[in-house]
């Protein structure tokens, strides 16, 4: 799957401040709703997710998604990717990235894959951060050959 068929440029932003862990996880899933991927039931599958293990990826990602029970509330696969730029405290680790994911009949394993291969390389995580528009954002991740 094509990181550029589940993420759209309306599903990219920018945000100059910070949040919490829950107000970042609320984003994540209110713009998955909003792409018609998940029903509002899929914030708490987010939250049951967290309460058994934490999504934080390290190198400033977080990729909160639900569990498998939430199946019900997944609609098709979309991600969202939301910088806060003041950070975000996940559990006491830095959050810069915030990658909202629902993946439709296993489909989000390889769209995990494929984030975790660009966040792993610091070059890209850097480039991600100086972008300076939320356009500018989006070209990067669709260009950085993950897609």
């Keep these: 799957m094509e990181t550029n068929n589940v993420l759209t440029p309306q599903m990219v932003r920018i945000h100059p401040g910070s949040a919490t862990r829950d107000q970042a996880m609320q984003e994540a899933a209110d713009l998955l709703v909003a792409a018609g991927a998940v029903t509002p039931a899929y914030y708490e599958a987010m939250q049951d997710r967290e309460r058994t293990v934490s999504t934080f990826m390290g190198n ?6 639900g569990t498998n029970d939430a199946k ?8 969202s990717l939301v910088r806060y730029d003041g ?12 990658v909202g994911i629902a993946g439709k009949g296993g489909a989000h394993l390889e769209i995990l894959s494929q984030i975790a291969i660009l966040f ?28």
């Design 60 to 65: 400033g990602l977080a990729i909160p998604h």
């Design 72 to 79: 019900d509330a997944v609609l098709g696969s979309a991600l």
């Design 120 to 147: 792993s390389d610091d070059a890209e995580v850097d480039k991600l951060r100086e972008a300076p528009t939320s356009e500018q954002l989006y070209a990067l991740v669709v260009e950085s050959g993950t897609d």
């Design 87 to 98: 950070g975000v405290d996940w559990d006491g680790n830095q959050a810069t990235f915030v």
